[in-house]
Nanobody, 126 residues
Framework: QLQLVESGGGLVPAGGSLRLSCAAS????????TGWFRQAPGKEREFVAV?????????YYADSVKGRFSISRDNAKKVVYLQMNSLKPEDTAVYYC??????????????????RGQGTQVTVSS
């Protein structure tokens, strides 16, 4: 069982930066791929980024955030980070941390992740 709690959202002007954190509780955190989705009002859930289980594991990003966002994790602290730079108004959404045993759950989007947090709001003003 995993519990995920996001933090770090807020209001930022276009071009600014934010770092989201996702704190996990549960003994099996290091066995899961962890990543981020986002959902804007009236839109479907969108994959953002995912990292495989290792702290130096593989990372995958949505084309819309490549080069601007960076995902990392600290298995010892059980925390996943999403560094977001050069933010745009279209990045405005609720950002959800998630965990699943398979990366394809994030990149494929066909199924819900096994675990998901409650979300944190990110608003980018123009």
């Amino acid at each position: 069982q995993l519990q995920l709690v996001e933090s770090g959202g807020g209001l930022v002007p276009a071009g600014g930066s934010l770092r989201l954190s996702c704190a996990a509780s549960g003994r099996t955190f290091s066995s899961y791929a962890t990543g981020w989705f986002r959902q804007a009002p009236g839109k479907e859930r969108e994959f953002v980024a995912v990292m495989t289980w290792s702290s130096v594991g593989s990372t995958y990003y949505a084309d819309s955030v490549k080069g601007r966002f960076s995902i990392s994790r600290d298995n010892a602290k059980k925390v996943v980070y999403l560094q977001m730079n050069s933010l745009k108004p279209e990045d405005t959404a609720v950002y959800y941390c998630a965990a699943d045993r398979y990366v394809v759950t994030f990149t494929g989007g066909a199924t819900d992740p096994e675990y998901r947090g409650q979300g944190t709001q990110v608003t980018v003003s123009s």
